[in-house]
């Protein structure tokens, strides 16, 4: 699969990916890139965003657009999402989790 990554995003683009994935999507997958690992004092430096049924199409949101995730009205899926939603928490985004993928992944190895 081809991959569309949209990087650069004015806020009429996130606007537009937000109301996207609200319409056609069941889920939304979210990763967030920071500075390190602190959220008291660290920050986000990009957050990437998937929907589910358009998994071709990668948006990279910056900082100074992260409050329109406030209008995202689908669960997301994510990867320890304890790190990325302590950041979000930060700015006050609140958003619903639907999965995280590394705790599915300790009940299906419980080695690690």
Do not use: V
């Given at each position: 699969m081809k991959y569309k990554i949209y990087n650069d995003l004015t806020l009429d683009d996130v606007v537009y990916a937000i109301r996207r994935?609200?319409?056609?999507?069941?889920?939304v997958i979210l990763d967030l890139e920071t500075t390190g690992l602190n959220p008291h004092t660290d920050t986000i430096t990009d957050c990437i965003l998937q929907g589910n049924n358009e998994p071709d199409a990668i948006y990279i949101i910056k900082p100074q657009h992260l409050q329109?995730?406030?209008h995202l009205k689908r669960p997301i899926v994510a990867h320890n999402h304890k790190f990325d939603f302590k950041f979000l928490a930060k700015i006050g985004i609140k958003?619903?989790?639907?999965?995280?993928?590394?705790?599915?992944?300790?009940l299906l190895d419980e080695n690690q």
């Open positions: 994935y609200n319409e056609y999507n069941d889920y329109e995730l406030k958003l619903a989790l639907k999965h995280d993928t590394m705790l599915l992944d300790h």
